[in-house]
């Protein structure tokens, strides 16, 4: 997995709509006064402080694949304990209270593993909440599938798989409501009102683009982005209000 699929600049654009999803994620926790919290794909620590706050006597730690996010989580100065970590091979010392995840797990190739993983690793009565993006055959996920795969770009970008593939709510009902443990899983689509001249593409800017820019020098990168950008104008075409981007989203809490 790679260690730096977010852009922290370019994804704080749009912290809003992406803490959306977060908050209410969390809303859904019945947790009262744990001892052990851990955020896991913590991004750049802001939500997590959150967490901090909603439970004061809690030890709250975060990780994240990134170096450049937890960076920049470390320099907001709270309480939390951030480390670089990846979700794979992550292990706790001691039982959790609460484990966290907001939009990780899309890119963790056998994440099924380790949500059953992070179902044992929980203490009795502990709180397991993620969310993941289900927008795959979205437009613009489409789109930069088909643009990888085009004659232009075959070469360099055909060969690429850039996500796992998630489950719906009903899949992930049925993977954890085992031994006892009690599901609540649901979808949501919103439909995010984006300004700018092409907000999409400044969205998957942030996070689905990066391990393909990655893979491309820089002349390359804004010829891949400019094509990229005529697809999803039309895909996504602006309003009088701004540009509608329709996200659909997959939300699980279970309770041990």
């Known amino acids: 997995m790679s260690r730096d699929i977010w852009d922290p600049v370019t994804y704080a654009v749009y912290a809003d709509e992406r803490s959306r999803p977060f908050i209410e994620l969390i809303s859904r926790v019945g947790a009262v006064d744990p001892d052990y919290v851990v955020d896991a794909g913590c991004g750049s620590g802001e939500l997590t402080a959150d967490l901090a706050t909603r439970w004061p006597r809690a030890t709250v730690e975060g ?41 990780l797990l899309q890119w963790v190739p056998d994440h099924r593993s380790v949500l059953e993983h992070w179902m044992e690793s929980l203490a009795a009565g502990g709180w397991l909440a993620f969310q993941v993006p289900g927008n795959h055959d979205a437009p613009s996920h489409v789109a930069i599938r088909e643009l990888c795969a085009s004659r232009t770009w075959s070469d360099k970008l055909g060969g690429y798989q850039r996500l796992a593939e998630v489950d719906d709510a009903l899949g992930y009902c049925d993977l954890l409501n085992q031994g006892g443990t009690q599901v609540d899983a649901w979808e949501t689509t919103y ?62 809490v279970a309770q041990k």
């Open 63 to 103: 990780f994240d694949s990134s170096p450049a996010m937890i960076t920049k989580a470390r320099g907001l100065g709270t309480s939390v304990h951030f480390a670089v970590a990846d979700a794979e091979t992550w292990r706790p010392d001691r039982p959790v209270d609460v484990i966290v995840s907001n939009a």
């Open 191 to 252: 439909v995010h009102v984006l300004k700018g001249e092409n907000p999409v593409l400044d969205w998957v800017s942030g996070t689905a683009l990066r391990p393909i820019l990655d893979r491309l020098d820089h002349g390359d990168q804004r010829r891949f982005k400019a094509d990229l950008g005529e697809l999803l104008a039309q895909a996504y075409p602006a309003k009088r209000y701004g540009t509608p981007f329709p996200f659909r989203r997959v939300f699980v």
